[in-house]
């Protein structure tokens, strides 16, 4: 019975360890991209930084629209009696004590034109924090299309390893019995060498992808990631109709929305430099105090004259200015955004139609060719190089079609950073 529990134990320790790479693998970012837009979305420092300005510029509506903080002031009248007595400040003791309550009050309507100012410029920031995460999720969206494409690249040239391998064998049992040249031998050795190297060469490329991944997710650079499983679907034709997407993007971009904002912002700054034709005022109270009761009570109306006309019309011309310049930027801003968005959108289409090509014409012909090719060779039809060659088209219509998956995803990432949301 001991021998039992023993071997039930020692069973139940190898599943484990041979369980636990398997679960911490599972928990490794990185398999699918749901996963690491979280993450991004949660730790980038970035896009950290640009939540907590948006939050500081919504803090500044309030300012903006506050009053001023009133004034006191403490006047000490005859404080020597006539000379009768030593100077002092008592209250009781002096001739008077002047005491003003002041408030600034603005012009009417201003206070309310700096809040909306001030709102504007807080949607205006905000924007570009949906713009900084808009720019985040698409670098992580094509940082994991490429892990995918490196890794599936790596597992495609390892299988073209083995398969030039066992043509290797086999051009070796040819040689041996006199039914292929020397140079057929060598030229599969050199083959193998060209395949290993590109192997080589794939492999520092994923880890500096792995590397660029990482710090989007604010991770060590050396940080271990979890082999990319897939990638997403992609939208129905019927949802990239052009004249839809633009639109979309017209109303949902955040870098138009920041810049409609501005131009929100510039008009009523502009509205707020004509009503600085008109006084602000101060208001103040005065109660008098003497020996020790209040004896008299003061009212007083202070206002600023507007006189230096020349420096108002300065700053509406440069209010007037600045809003031009703000319709100018959305011009430009739209007609880029345009440009961009259709660039894409045909990137993205003439990756769909050669992916479909190379899936459904060209890979089936050169997987055909490749049969022929290795029958004719074995039976001494064909010769070793266009065996190499039916074997490199295989390989070229793989990547092909691989690299059409990546670029059709590449080009829907830029898109989707346009519209600022998801397809």
């Not at 990185?30 to 993450?39: D, H």
């Not at 066992?166 to 019995?177: E, F, I, M, N, P």
């Amino acid at each position: 019975m001991k021998d039992i529990f023993q071997s039930a134990a020692l069973v139940t320790l190898l599943a484990w360890g041979n369980a636990a790479p398997a679960l911490a693998q599972e928990n490794l970012p990185g398999a699918q991209l749901e996963g690491l837009l979280a993450i991004a979305k949660a730790n980038n420092p970035d896009y950290a930084s640009m939540r907590q300005e948006a939050q500081a510029a919504s803090e500044r509506v309030v300012m903006a629209g506050a009053l001023m903080d009133p004034k006191f002031r403490v006047e000490w009248m005859d404080i020597t009696k006539g000379g009768s007595q030593s100077a002092t400040l008592l209250p009781n003791d002096t001739g008077s004590t002047i005491y003003t309550f002041m408030q600034d009050l603005p012009w009417w309507g201003k206070r309310d034109l700096k809040r909306a100012i001030a709102a504007q410029e807080a949607q205006a920031v905000d924007g570009k924090a949906q713009g900084t995460w808009a720019e985040l999720a698409a670098k992580v969206k094509t940082t994991h299309a490429q892990r995918y494409f490196l890794h599936n690249t790596r597992q495609l040239t390892q299988e073209l390893l083995d398969l030039t391998n066992h043509l290797a064998q086999v051009t070796q049992v040819r040689y041996a019995g006199g039914l292929a040249m020397q140079q057929d031998a060598i030229r599969a050795q050199v083959e193998q060498t060209t395949i290993q190297t590109e192997l080589v060469a794939l492999e520092s490329e994923a880890h500096q992808a792995d590397a660029r991944l990482n710090a989007l997710l604010a991770r060590p650079s050396g940080a271990p990631l979890a082999a990319p499983e897939s990638l997403p679907m992609l939208p129905a034709a019927a949802t990239l109709d052009a004249d839809s997407l633009l639109e979309r993007v017209r109303q949902r971009n955040p870098q138009i929305f920041s810049e409609d904002a501005r131009i929100k912002a510039a008009e009523l700054s502009r509205e707020l430099s004509l009503k600085n034709r008109y006084p602000d005022f101060t208001l103040a109270i005065t109660p008098t105090q003497m020996q020790s009761r209040i004896t008299e009570w003061g009212l007083m109306l202070e206002m600023n004259i507007p006189l230096q006309q020349g420096t108002r019309r300065a700053q509406e011309r440069e209010a007037q200015a600045m809003l031009e310049a703000a319709q100018s930027r959305r011009a430009a801003v739209s007609n880029q955004v345009a440009s961009d968005l259709s660039e894409n959108l045909a990137g993205l289409q003439s990756a769909q139609r050669t992916e479909q090509l190379l899936k459904t014409s060209l890979l089936p012909q050169a997987e055909l060719t490749f049969q022929a090719a290795l029958a004719g060779y074995e039976n001494g039809k064909l010769d070793f190089a266009t065996l190499l060659d039916a074997q490199r088209q295989i390989r070229q219509s793989r990547l092909g079609q691989l690299k059409a998956q990546v670029d059709a995803q590449m080009r829907l990432a830029e898109i989707e950073k346009l519209l600022g949301e998801e397809l």
